[in-house]
T-cell receptor
Framework: KNQVEQSPQSLIILEGKNCTLQCNYTVSPFSNLRWYKQDTGRGPVSLTIMTFSENTKSNGRYTATLDADTKQSSLHITASQLSDSASYICVVSAGWDFQKLVFGTGTRLLVSP | EAGVTQFPSHSVIEKGQTVTLRCDPISGHDNLYWYRRVMGKEIKFLLHFVKESKQDESGMPNNRFLAERTGGTYSTLKVQPAELEDSGVYFC????????????????FGNGTRLTVT
């Protein structure tokens, strides 16, 4: 069964600190892995997309890594800001079409002043 | 450019009633998707339109759900009659292409409709 598991479920950090969110997946065939940021009451917004051959992708203070051998990904947030408070969702695609996206349940991050 | 808009943002209905959710995709986007997130669970695919045609409705939970996209513009998702387990957040998303990278286009989500069935 295709699954995406994320940890931790929730996390509280102080403003300015770094944090790393984890994603493990059992999705086959693997096409690409995405990290989305979802603010409360809003839809998910794409942060990064990585294919099998990419092991690092950055978007500003967000850096995603991918280890396709161990089927693990991480999202590292540097110098956190209050606006980083959101849910971060790991999404793995089992194909090229958007209907094949397998979503994780997300990590809820709270950045405290 | 206006994003994907969904209406209403919230809906509270009683079991057995009917509710219709609306999605306006980004102008020019042929591909429109519906997803759903039930409380505590992950977001899951419901169905995919290409213009006015249903390309894939394998995620639709049962025949109480009916989606339409007349004229290939906005889409509606009707739940009739609603059951308690239908509660959740319904997301609509659109894209130009049906695939995300390497020549494709990104997937843009709306803010969702939170449906509560009591």
């Amino acid at each position: 069964k295709n699954q995406v598991e994320q940890s931790p479920q929730s996390l509280i950090i102080l403003e300015g600190k770094n944090c790393t969110l984890q994603c493990n997946y059992t999705v086959s065939p693997f096409s690409n892995l995405r990290w989305y940021k979802q603010d409360t009451g809003r839809g998910p917004v794409s942060l990064t997309i990585m294919t099998f051959s990419e092991n690092t992708k950055s978007n500003g203070r967000y850096t995603a890594t991918l280890d396709a051998d161990t089927k693990q990904s991480s999202l590292h947030i540097t110098a956190s800001q209050l606006s980083d408070s959101a849910s971060y969702i790991c999404v793995v695609s089992a194909g090229w079409d958007f209907q094949k996206l397998v979503f994780g349940t997300g990590t809820r991050l709270l950045v405290s002043p | 450019e206006a994003g994907v808009t969904q209406f209403p943002s919230h809906s509270v209905i009683e079991k057995g009633q009917t509710v219709t959710l609306r999605c306006d995709p980004i102008s020019g986007h042929d591909n429109l998707y519906w997803y759903r997130r039930v409380m505590g669970k992950e977001i899951k695919f419901l169905l995919h339109f290409v213009k006015e045609s249903k390309q894939d409705e394998s995620g639709m939970p049962n025949n109480r759900f009916l989606a339409e996209r007349t004229g290939g513009t906005y889409s509606t998702l009707k739940v009739q009659p609603a059951e308690l387990e239908d509660s959740g957040v319904y997301f609509c998303a659109s894209s130009q292409g049906s695939w995300g990278i390497k020549g494709g286009s990104p997937l843009h989500f709306g803010n969702g409709t939170r449906l509560t069935v009591t």
